[in-house]
T-cell receptor, first 115, second 114 residues
Framework: AQSVAQPEDQVNVAEGNPLTVKCTYSVSGNPYLFWYVQYPNRGLQFLLKYITGDNLVKGSYGFEAEFNKSQTSFHLKKPSALVSDSALYFCAVRDIGASNYQLIWGAGTKLIIKP | IAGITQAPTSQILAAGRRMTLRCTQDMRHNAMYWYRQDLGLGLRLIHYSNTAGTTGKGEVPDGYSVSRANTDDFPLTLASAVPSQTSVYFC?????????????FGPGTRLTVL
């Protein structure tokens, strides 16, 4: 069965430090992978995606993510965290070979950046 | 600014009442989706539409219905609301179903069923 796991409910990072938000997935075929961010009382906003090609993808607001096929992971990273990065982050996957086109979503990770 | 609008922003509803959540997009996207967001559960797909005139069931469709009479509008109806339908509802769209491009989300509707 297709699934996405975000093993940490919450991640706390000091401002200026690097941050990582973890995501692992399970699909039967090849994946399309996405990261979204949700600020309080707002809808989700797209950050970045992996479709094919270079395993390191760069996205909005200085975020990047590395696709690791052997570990079935797609961790979100940023070299230097800002207080304004505090938000809820969602990982999602689509199985390219699946007959439906749906995204499978992780439960979300709350990122708190402390000044 | 092009995007997705949802109405109402929030609503308190008595159990047993009928309610329609509205969603309109102006990006001419073919695919549209309705999700509910509950704490600790992330997003769960209720219904989707790959193109105007077609709809499909998602992960949690019971108690909900949708229609897609045209490209722009995708209303979600609760025929007889129950307290377990208390949630935040998000409408989303993408240019095509199953493509490589991302989904765009509306601002959400916060629904409380008492």
């Amino acid at each position: 069965a297709q699934s996405v796991a975000q093993p940490e409910d919450q991640v706390n990072v000091a401002e200026g430090n690097p941050l990582t938000v973890k995501c692992t997935y399970s699909v039967s075929g090849n994946p399309y992978l996405f990261w979204y961010v949700q600020y309080p009382n707002r809808g989700l906003q797209f950050l970045l995606k992996y479709i094919t090609g270079d395993n390191l993808v760069k996205g909005s607001y200085g975020f990047e993510a590395e696709f690791n096929k052997s570990q079935t992971s797609f961790h979100l990273k940023k070299p230097s965290a800002l207080v304004s990065d505090s938000a809820l982050y969602f990982c999602a996957v689509r199985d390219i070979g699946a007959s439906n086109y749906q995204l499978i979503w992780g439960a979300g990770t709350k990122l708190i950046i402390k000044p | 600014i092009a995007g997705i609008t949802q109405a109402p922003t929030s609503q308190i509803l008595a159990a047993g009442r009928r309610m329609t959540l509205r969603c309109t997009q102006d990006m001419r996207h073919n695919a549209m989706y309705w999700y509910r967001q509950d704490l600790g559960l992330g997003l769960r797909l209720i219904h989707y539409s790959n193109t105007a005139g077609t709809t499909g069931k998602g992960e949690v469709p019971d108690g909900y219905s949708v229609s897609r009479a045209n490209t722009d509008d995708f209303p979600l109806t609760l025929a007889s609301a129950v307290p377990s339908q208390t949630s935040v509802y998000f409408c989303a769209s993408s240019d095509v179903a199953g493509g490589v491009n991302e989904q765009f989300f509306g601002p959400g509707t916060r629904l409380t069923v008492l």
